[in-house]
């Protein structure tokens, strides 16, 4: 009995195994028959542009006999630089932006949302590309009654189990899974891309507020020196007036500019404050929440070469036009599923099992059902669909129009910052003169205090206009930093793949996906 038992569950396993089988491989079958409706993605072409500005910029910007003042060179390059920074800083810069690349927020956010998106997508894959096969195993306790059909006889209860499998598969004859899940890995790199332009704005970020700090500790110094010379100043004035050599309103002219030099300096030590906070937080760390690297402009070198992406070569670099590129495929690819909906729809499901009144019977013989169902659904009026492709037509443009003001926008921000670099490097080298003359001017004023042709007030005077220059010196370094870490960014700075906290974000998955669409 055990064996014939045996022999039927064995026979019962194998009816159902062929049945199943046979469903797969006509869902293989026809969903390789299908294919995709509506327009294949093409990515823009490059601007038809050679250059970013109406007369050509400077290949190589001025040098200054100054501190930050060395020549640099615009070249020609085919990609941005990895780890641009490190050659505008040294070791306690690039300790800085990694950590940060691994402890800001913003970036922990983007990295969180890109694996949402990454995930959706192999959601959306699994429960379309495949068959979603189902097992079953159930009881029930009935009663049945025959006058409910018109039959005599007495009521009578009982059991019912059953066990099975079932498989559902909707076939993509139109392609609109496969355009759903395009959209779905576009939106995915979407994501990717702004989590590369959040790291080089993060990265830009840090360096100026470094550069910032560097520049605000030694305006505070010139400064406070400058404030030491017009106190001596007004007490040598002050002695005059007190000895009759003097005019009571020279006296409030130099009160006056002292206070209007003492008050900038609270400005300015509010603004350096306030610069060591935002640098903790850009780091990941609270304001006062352990100690964070202090830079002065010793601490920062001009790379001596600037390599400038073509506006063809521009537009596959910069992750904020990737981005909008992404935008733009998901678009189309949307455009696709709104037309998919006007056509058929195939749906098959198979199922296989046993029913039987007693457990012991449930894979005997005579208790194998089965059914093998196909479904063809045609919309043959719904005033909907139309209007759904029209809305999606319509968000294709929009993306479209978004995708040419990114690039714009994109060109025009290189614009800025070469011409920027250009002017900067001008100024620094008249600054540079001036500070030489005012130094030169101090040698002969002092000079000539030694041989006592030259009053001690004309000494503070030559003084003070010698750290005016420094002061304004100062500002023209810090900017032609700022203004290098800005052109770095505009060119889109190379950090994809550069591990934050997550690790190196998915090029390589990114690709995998991409194959697989």
Known sequence: MIKKHMLLIRDGISVKLKVVSYALMGMCLLALAGCAVGPGFQRPAPPDVTGYTPTPPATTLNSSPTMLGDPQNIIKADQPTKYWWRAMGGDKLD??????????????????????????????????????????????????????????????????????????????????????????????????????????????????????????????????????????????????????????????????QLEQTRAKLPLLRQQLQQNEHLLAVLAGKAPGDGLLPSFTLEDFTLPADLPLLVPSKLVRARPDILAAEELLHAANAEY????????????????????????????????????????????????????????????FDAAAANYQSVVLEAFRNVADVLRALENDSKRLKALAAADSASGKSLESIQHRYKLGTASYYDLLIAQQQRLQTELDLTEGQAKRLVNTAAFYQAMGGGLNGITGSAGDVSEAQSAERIASR
């Open 336 to 395: 696709g599923v709104a037309i998919s909906k006007l056509y058929p729809q195939l749906n098959l499901s198979a199922d296989l099992g046993s029913q039987a009144l007693t457990t012991g019977a449930l894979f005997g013989a005579g208790s194998a059902v089965w059914s093998l169902v196909g479904q063809l659904t045609q919309p043959l009026f719904n005033p909907g669909l139309p209007a759904e492709k029209r809305a999606a037509l319509a968000a």
């Open 95 to 256: 300790m800085l932006i990694n950590e940060a690349l691994k402890r800001n927020p913003t970036l922990m956010a983007a990295e969180a949302t890109l694996r949402q998106a990454q995930e959706l997508y192999s959601a959306r894959a699994g429960s379309t590309l495949y068959p979603q096969l189902e097992g079953n195993l159930g009881g029930q306790r009935q009663r049945f009654n025959p006058e409910t059909l018109g039959q005599t006889g007495e009521a009578r209860e009982f059991s019912l189990y059953n066990a099975g499998v079932g498989v559902r598969y909707t076939f993509d004859l139109a392609g609109g899974n496969r355009r759903a899940l395009e959209a779905l890995a576009a939106r995915s790199d979407y994501q990717r891309f702004q989590l590369e332009g959040a790291r080089l704005t993060l990265a830009a970020n840090i360096v100026t507020t470094a550069i910032t700090q560097a520049s605000l500790k030694k305006q505070i110094e010139i400064i406070e020196k400058i404030l030491k010379l017009q106190e001596n100043q007004l007490e040598l004035t002050r002695e005059q007036i007190r000895l009759g050599h003097g005019e009571p309103d020279d006296a409030l002219a130099l009160q006056t």
